[in-house]
């Protein structure tokens, strides 16, 4: 009968260890547990499970803490987890199948990280459980990988339906901000030694949690220049990429890259939603809806199953998607689009069905442009969240009250101060409404915390302009023109603001 090792690296995982070492007791032979320096109950818990224990300096180095534990693990059959992780109930008894054979094999397992805070679940599938022989060893000092040691060895990678639930990224953004910038630094130490289109995948990744999009986009790039990136991976950096190119405006490349990314792999629940915005924005609104029919389908498709042989999928919540469509669909006109959206979300609130017809009585007001009550006011602040913002704006934008406007923008504002629409569609109105002064204290605010978003330089322009406050308009131009040294269209436009401010100075002396 073969034997089943449990091999893990931990650090103060007194939240979560208690459950994973749960989840596989009655199916471990031994479990190996390789400390790297807890200062909580870990250590005791471990115990309580009957765990032996080593001691190992961290330097830095996933893969060599993993490779420090097999090294002490005596198994036929090595099963790694991470100690925020859990084995499926239903999964046991397919582990142990597998164990029961002599082959020479590495186990896929389906890797569902639970996110209920950011409400953004993936799946993916990773070598978790494999044959025990020596040499095997893990690379790489973060998002370590076994398979390309297994593979030297002769083995063959397989997938099963083992599904193990991760709850690492279960946090909030900035604990994952923090995660990632730790990763980042051990990534780059890697690719500078052993550049692969894996490694300036995960980079991308990093930085683009980290919200620089400069380097998000640099090192998606570079992960395309490796033929041998699976195309689940080369079709997300690719559907980045043509996020990228659409947050610059560039339009064209924008769907080239998103059409790549859709040819390489068409299932792609990310592109498919990538999609539908790019083609919304390049006035093809049929496609778009269609794009965002296919993501929604994928999705529902994908988060009831949790047991696809492919490598990665990012799932959505449904109501994400579901009022995304309806966004494209109403600005686009499409009316197939507008019942099936709206069919698929009556659908998903069959719970509280009395909210939902307030929300419809809102949606009715809004549409018709009619009188909106303060409790109508108060009741759209509430309804509105992350998931449908976009449509709601889109609703307001064609709304004629710019009074009304501004009051609900107001209270979007203060539940919403992060959102760049909201910040520039409440300080646009409050300028139409002739609140000037209030206009270009959000502007300037936007400026100091959105330095990416250039645009709120060229309204404040313009509000200055209005105002006749040159002192301020140059004070602009010139910081904005240091800041921005390396962005020479930037520079040229605010090179030719520049000389249309001295123009109309000199006709005004």
């Given at each position: 009968?073969?034997?089943?090792?449990?091999?893990?690296?931990?650090?103060?995982?007194?939240?979560?260890?208690?459950?994973?070492?749960?989840?596989?007791?009655?199916i471990t032979d031994e479990i190996i547990i390789v400390d790297t320096g807890s200062s909580d109950r870990t250590i005791e818990i471990a115990e309580s499970f009957g765990a032996k224990i080593f001691q190992f300096n961290w330097i830095n180095d996933f893969s060599a803490a993993r490779n420090f534990a097999l090294s002490k693990s005596t198994g036929d059959w090595i099963l790694y987890l991470d100690a925020d992780e859990t084995l499926d109930p239903g999964s046991k008894e397919k582990l142990k199948d597998l164990?029961?054979?002599?082959?020479?094999?590495?186990?896929?397992?389906?890797?569902?990280?639970?996110?209920?805070?950011?409400?953004?679940?993936?799946?993916?599938?990773?070598?978790?459980?494999?044959?025990?022989?020596?040499?095997?060893?893990?690379?790489?000092?973060?998002?370590?990988?076994?398979?390309?040691?297994?593979?030297?060895?002769?083995?063959?990678?397989?997938?099963?339906?083992?599904?193990?639930?991760?709850?690492?990224?279960?946090?909030?953004?900035?604990?994952?901000?923090?995660?990632?910038?730790?990763?980042?630094?051990?990534?780059?130490?890697?690719?500078?030694?052993?550049?692969?289109?894996?490694?300036?995948?995960?980079?991308?990744?990093?930085?683009?949690?980290?919200?620089?999009?400069?380097?998000?986009?640099?090192?998606?790039?570079?992960?395309?220049?490796?033929?041998?990136?699976?195309?689940?991976?080369?079709?997300?950096?690719?559907?980045?990429?043509?996020?990228?190119?659409?947050?610059?405006?560039?339009?064209?490349?924008?769907?080239?890259?998103?059409?790549?990314?859709?040819?390489?792999?068409?299932?792609?629940?990310?592109?498919?939603?990538?999609?539908?915005?790019?083609?919304?924005?390049?006035?093809?609104?049929?496609?778009?809806?269609?794009?965002?029919?296919?993501?929604?389908?994928?999705?529902?498709?994908?988060?009831?199953?949790?047991?696809?042989?492919?490598?990665?999928?990012?799932?959505?919540?449904?109501?994400?998607?579901?009022?995304?469509?309806?966004?494209?669909?109403?600005?686009?006109?499409?009316?197939?689009?507008?019942?099936?959206?709206?069919?698929?979300?009556?659908?998903?609130?069959?719970?509280?069905?009395?909210?939902?017809?307030?929300?419809?009585?809102?949606?009715?007001?809004?549409?018709?442009?009619?009188?909106?009550?303060?409790?109508?006011?108060?009741?759209?602040?509430?309804?509105?969240?992350?998931?449908?913002?976009?449509?709601?704006?889109?609703?307001?934008?064609?709304?004629?009250?710019?009074?009304?406007?501004?009051?609900?923008?107001?209270?979007?504002?203060?539940?919403?101060?992060?959102?760049?629409?909201?910040?520039?569609?409440?300080?646009?109105?409050?300028?139409?409404?002739?609140?000037?002064?209030?206009?270009?204290?959000?502007?300037?605010?936007?400026?100091?915390?959105?330095?990416?978003?250039?645009?709120?330089?060229?309204?404040?322009?313009?509000?200055?302009?209005?105002?006749?406050?040159?002192?301020?308009?140059?004070?602009?131009?010139?910081?904005?023109?240091?800041?921005?040294?390396?962005?020479?269209?930037?520079?040229?436009?605010?090179?030719?603001?520049?000389?249309?401010?001295?123009?109309?100075?000199?006709?005004?002396?």
């Amino acid at each position: 009968m073969s034997s089943i090792t449990l091999s893990m690296i931990v650090k103060d995982e007194e939240k979560h260890l208690f459950d994973c070492l749960k989840s596989v007791k009655d199916i471990t032979d031994e479990i190996i547990i390789v400390d790297t320096g807890s200062s909580d109950r870990t250590i005791e818990i471990a115990e309580s499970f009957g765990a032996k224990i080593f001691q190992f300096n961290w330097i830095n180095d996933f893969s060599a803490a993993r490779n420090f534990a097999l090294s002490k693990s005596t198994g036929d059959w090595i099963l790694y987890l991470d100690a925020d992780e859990t084995l499926d109930p239903g999964s046991k008894e397919k582990l142990k199948d597998l164990c029961k054979t002599n082959y020479n094999h590495g186990v896929r397992c389906k890797i569902y990280n639970v996110d209920d805070i950011n409400k953004k679940p993936k799946l993916q599938s990773y070598t978790r459980l494999f044959k025990n022989s020596p040499g095997i060893e893990f690379r790489g000092k973060a998002h370590e990988q076994i398979d390309a040691s297994l593979i030297e060895k002769n083995y063959k990678i397989i997938d099963s339906d083992i599904l193990i639930y991760h709850f690492g990224y279960n946090i909030p953004k900035q604990a994952i901000k923090e995660k990632a910038q730790r990763n980042l630094k051990l990534l780059l130490n890697d690719y500078e030694s052993t550049p692969s289109g894996y490694n300036a995948f995960q980079i991308a990744n990093s930085y683009n949690i980290l919200n620089d999009k400069q380097k998000t986009f640099d090192y998606f790039k570079l992960s395309l220049d490796d033929k041998h990136l699976p195309d689940e991976y080369r079709s997300l950096a690719l559907s980045s990429i043509a996020e990228y190119y659409l947050r610059i405006n560039n339009i064209n490349d924008a769907l080239i890259s998103i059409d790549k990314s859709l040819e390489v792999d068409p299932l792609n629940i990310v592109s498919n939603l990538t999609a539908s915005e790019i083609y919304f924005k390049a006035n093809k609104g049929s496609e778009a809806v269609s794009f965002c029919i296919n993501a929604f389908e994928e999705n529902k498709k994908g988060i009831a199953k949790k047991n696809n042989s492919r490598l990665l999928d990012i799932f959505y919540d449904e109501e994400m998607i579901l009022y995304h469509g309806l966004h494209i669909s109403y600005q686009s006109n499409e009316q197939t689009g507008i019942e099936y959206f709206f069919n698929k979300l009556e659908d998903l609130k069959t719970r509280d069905k009395l909210l939902w017809q307030k929300e419809l009585d809102i949606i009715q007001h809004l549409a018709s442009n009619s009188v909106l009550s303060f409790e109508h006011i108060n009741f759209i602040t509430d309804l509105i969240s992350e998931y449908n913002i976009d449509f709601y704006l889109g609703l307001l934008n064609y709304y004629q009250s710019t009074d009304i406007k501004i009051l609900v923008e107001k209270k979007l504002f203060e539940k919403f101060p992060e959102n760049l629409v909201v910040r520039n569609r409440y300080a646009h109105d409050l300028s139409k409404s002739a609140r000037i002064d209030e206009a270009i204290s959000i502007y300037s605010s936007t400026i100091e915390k959105f330095p990416e978003d250039t645009s709120a330089i060229f309204y404040l322009i313009s509000l200055f302009l209005q105002k006749g406050d040159f002192n301020s308009l140059e004070s602009l131009i010139n910081s904005s023109k240091e800041k921005y040294s390396g962005n020479k269209d930037l520079i040229k436009q605010l090179n030719d603001f520049e000389e249309k401010v001295s123009s109309i100075k000199q006709n005004t002396n």
